[in-house]
């Protein structure tokens, strides 16, 4: 398979990095959202009803894009390390890229997690305490650090 020339490894990484900015902002959005809405908002509001809806938009314009174009310029890169570079899949079972691959791993289930508290939110219940999703909201950017240093590094195993 031959790699299109078009697209340089730079111009991905410098899209994945974009595309994971934006979903980590969303990620650290969306919970803020909701400690403010389960503190000043009761569930049949008219507030309510404001932040189910500025709760969905964060979701469906922000967050789920952004995880998608994460996982398809990440998956672009892989296929660049085996077909372009010709490093084949070895490379993927070395300690940097472990660590990163579960962080991907992790902060996609962490975005699963936002997705089913939304709904339930949005039903009018309260899964968590506003203290909780203040305590957690800072989650996905420390997980995104170790992600981002495990590769840029890639001080795992080298």
């Given at each position: ?140 950017f420390l997980v995104a ?14």
């Amino acid at each position: 398979m031959s790699w299109p020339g078009f697209l340089s490894y730079d111009l991905l990484r410098g899209l994945h990095i974009i595309a994971m900015v934006a979903w980590m902002a969303g990620m650290m959005m969306l919970p803020r959202l909701f400690a403010y809405h389960t503190e000043t908002a009761p569930p049949g509001t008219e507030f309510d009803v404001h932040f189910v809806r500025w709760e969905g938009k964060v979701l469906r314009i922000i967050i789920n894009p952004a995880m998608i174009l994460t996982w398809i310029f990440g998956i672009s890169l892989i296929l660049f390390h085996v077909y372009g570079a010709r490093e084949g899949w070895a490379f993927l079972a070395q300690p940097w890229m472990i660590v990163k691959l579960v962080a991907v791993i992790f902060l996609s289930g962490w975005h699963g997690m936002l997705a089913g508290a939304r709904r339930k939110i949005a039903a009018g219940a309260r899964p968590r305490t506003a203290r909780y999703w203040r305590a957690t909201n800072e989650i996905p950017f420390l997980v995104a650090i170790v992600a981002i240093l495990a590769v840029t590094l890639q001080f795992f195993g080298r």
